[in-house]
């Protein structure tokens, strides 16, 4: 008795000891849950496995060579690619141009920053159920409206050229306060002396603008560009409810391409090859912009 | 002659100014519409009949006002399931996360021990990662585990979360040396400090994150709807989502539902703005 309580007092004093306890836990979960899966995705890609997890066989590059010649898989791609990269910088030049509107501390300014942000905190999937009927084209008010002011509407999410624009569009609309909030939080770090500095100098307000606000900018864009992006390759929430990747897959992301592989299809072994494929291009692309990022950062 | 003519150049620049932040405040008051008008919309919507919502011309406000929508959801689909799933979901993880992500940031940031740095690195890393790599082995372990369709099964992959270490690691790194040493002087044990010292100083930012945790697991689609299999089990989300997919679309009783999935939030946000916006602001800071 006396010698386990000593233990323990030893343990409770024991900064070495009682930092790994605490790290403990959270490294468990990782370990499980992600690093673990990680690897087996990996491993997976070379089995052919049905749904429970039964029934390995092993088949080398078979899921790779089956996935080369997939025009779905990379129909897939395209639609990521586009929606990605369509809707990133709408984001991001939205997301600025609002910022610097509202940049100045004011009531109405304030009570826009509120308004723009709302749409951020709340589920993507609830968000896509009322857009859905918002641009119905029967039923739907949008077009409704359109149609008074003379407009000849589209079924926006039946028609396979606007399907991934209004998917976009609608990402954009969700999206843009939130970057909005970090943009605002890096104007903030800008030391107002600058201005002041540049004011004496006559400066006017874009030369201002493109030579102070960007370049102090800069980390905070760049790391909103790369996670943005980061993001959008894996979108599947809105496409999932407005579309479920109609029509004629046409909207059909990557990881609504991985989901129905895996979890309609069954297809556990071809799924994960598909996953890992985006996951190495995710991963080239992030590479790709904080190498940029940073040689921008350089020549400033 | 010559100053009235600059004078009056300038006074129209001012002018000009003046129109341009006019319009400015036009296009933001426009934009401001736009983003408010779909939740006006379903507000309004969950107040409909059934033959109101679909009748030619739309309009925004109901003919009638009925809580038929509200009253229909609980019957009409297992909503009341849905809702309990995602509170013991999305505060399960919560509390859980929480907890943990504080006693690692913690440790991160005041503890000397041997391995830190790579086992942060390694912590950070797992923010690259996205979801869908994982999810496949995730889906089969859960699995094998019996663990699928249940509470557990849900909260325990989300019990800790690497944005959550870093950010309480941040705030840690932030408080004064002088505090456990004083604390070490006196005779308190690690666990005290922390206890004690640490945790209840860190008040501020355990609330952002909880709501951070909160509304990123109440919004979530896609792992609940992998980790659930039947329709008594899932949270909101997943269960609106393959609810629409699979019925002839009630439309009142959707926007309803939505109304209801989304109130908490919105209410948390009316009340407690500044902890989500500084929640978001700090995960831009990390860059």
């Not at chain 1, 799924?271 to 950062?297: G, N, P, T, W």
């Not at chain 2, 859980?96 to 504080?102: E, K, Q, R």
């Amino acid at each position: 008795m006396q010698l386990t309580s000593k233990g323990i007092r030893k343990f409770v004093n024991d900064q070495r000891r009682v930092g790994v306890f605490f790290v403990l836990p959270s490294l468990t979960v990782f370990s499980i849950f992600v690093f673990l899966p990680l690897v087996v995705t990996v491993i997976f890609s070379f089995f052919s496995i049905d749904l429970m997890g039964g029934n390995f066989k092993f088949t080398g590059l078979d899921n790779y060579a089956k996935l080369i010649g997939d025009s779905r898989f990379w129909n897939s791609l395209g639609n990521t690619f586009y929606y990605t990269f369509v809707s990133v910088p709408l984001q991001i030049i939205l997301a600025l141009l609002v910022t610097l509107a509202i940049e100045r501390k004011t009531v109405f300014n304030a009570m826009l920053k509120s308004v723009y942000f709302l749409p951020a905190i709340c589920s993507m999937t609830i968000i896509s159920i009322i857009w859905t009927f918002i641009l119905d084209n029967d039923i739907g008010i949008l077009n409704y409206y359109l149609r008074q002011i003379g407009i000849n509407a589209v079924a926006w999410l039946k028609e396979p050229a606007w399907a991934m624009p209004t998917v976009i569009l609608v990402g954009v609309w969700k999206t843009f306060g939130f970057n909005m909030v970090i943009f605002l939080a890096g104007l903030q770090g800008i030391p107002i002396v600058y201005y002041e500095a540049a004011q004496i100098d006559g400066a006017g307000n874009i030369k201002q603008f493109f030579k102070i606000t960007l370049p102090m900018l800069m980390p905070t864009l760049g790391f909103v560009a790369i996670t943005s992006v980061i993001n959008s390759f894996q979108v599947f929430d809105q496409v999932f409810v407005m579309t479920r990747g109609g029509p004629l897959f046409k909207t059909e992301t990557t990881v609504q391409y991985v989901y129905s592989r895996a979890f309609e299809a069954y297809e556990l072994g071809y799924a994960s090859s598909i996953a890992e494929a985006l996951f190495l291009i995710i991963l080239i692309c992030s590479i790709v912009m904080l190498k940029s990022l940073r040689k921008s950062e350089e020549s400033f | 002659m010559q100053n009235s003519i600059a004078l009056k150049q300038k006074l129209r620049l001012k002018q000009k100014d003046k129109i341009i932040s006019l319009l400015i405040k036009l296009v933001l008051v426009c934009i401001a519409i736009v983003t408010i008008y779909p939740f006006v919309w379903m507000f309004f919507t969950s107040f409909k009949l059934e033959s109101d919502v679909v009748k030619f011309p739309p309009t925004i406000l109901p003919s009638k006002f009925v809580l038929k929508a509200y009253v229909d959801i609980w019957k009409k689909i297992p909503f009341i399931s849905y809702y309990k799933n995602s509170i013991i979901f999305a505060s399960g993880v919560t509390i859980i996360s929480l907890l943990f992500d504080s006693m690692s940031g913690y440790s991160f940031a005041r503890l000397k021990f041997k391995g830190k740095n790579i086992l942060f690195v390694a912590v950070l890393c797992t923010l690259m990662i996205p979801f869908h790599v994982t999810m496949i082995p995730l889906f089969v372990e859960i699995t094998r585990m019996g663990l699928l369709n249940s509470y557990a099964g849900l909260i325990i992959p989300r019990a800790s979360n690497a944005f959550g270490i870093f950010m309480m690691r941040q705030f840690f790194i932030t408080l004064p040396k002088d505090l456990e040493e004083a604390a070490r002087i006196d005779g308190c044990n690690e666990f005290k400090i922390y206890r004690s010292i640490m945790l209840p100083l860190c008040k501020p930012a355990l609330i952002s994150l909880g709501i951070f945790h909160f509304m990123y697991n109440w919004n979530d689609l896609l792992y609940p709807m992998l980790l659930t299999t039947t329709n008594e089990m899932r949270p909101i989300p997943a269960g609106l989502a393959l609810f629409m997919g699979a019925h002839v679309i009630e439309y009142a009783l959707l926007m309803a539902g939505a109304c209801l999935a989304l109130a908490p939030i919105i209410i948390a946000y009316v009340f407690a703005q500044r902890y989500f916006i500084r929640g978001i602001a700090m995960t831009g800071l990390k860059g």
